[in-house]
Nanobody, 122 residues
Framework: QVQLVESGGGLVQAGGSLRLSCAAS????????MGWFRQASGKEREFVST????????YYADSVKGRFTISRDNAKNTVYLQMNSLKPEDTAVYYC???????????????WGQGTQVTVSS
């Protein structure tokens, strides 16, 4: 069982940056693949980024590639999402999730946080 708590969301102007954090409980954090997803109002949840257990493999949605960076600190049971050059279309609730394989579908992840709102103003 893994419990996830996101933080770091907020309101930022276009072109700005935010760093999201996701703190996990449990001693098995380092064995999980961790992902970030987002859901804009009225839209389906979509893949943003994912990272394997040791940070050696990362993947990004085309829409965020080159602007967002995922990382993890297994000693702190935390995964991060550094978001730079933010755009109004990045506005969404951002969720972290834990799974056992590198996947891009939300259904492939087993545990979810409650989400944190990111709003980018133009």
């Amino acid at each position: 069982q893994v419990q996830l708590v996101e933080s770091g969301g907020g309101l930022v102007q276009a072109g700005g940056s935010l760093r999201l954090s996701c703190a996990a409980s449990g001693r098995t954090f380092s064995t999980y693949v961790m992902g970030w997803f987002r859901q804009a109002s009225g839209k389906e949840r979509e893949f943003v980024s994912t990272i394997n257990w040791n940070g050696g493999n990362t993947y990004y949605a085309d829409s965020v590639k080159g602007r967002f960076t995922i990382s993890r600190d297994n000693a702190k049971n935390t995964v991060y999402l550094q978001m730079n050059s933010l755009k109004p279309e990045d506005t969404a609730v951002y969720y972290c999730a834990a799974g056992v394989r590198i996947r891009v579908l939300p259904s492939e992840y087993d545990y979810w946080g409650q989400g944190t709102q990111v709003t980018v103003s133009s």
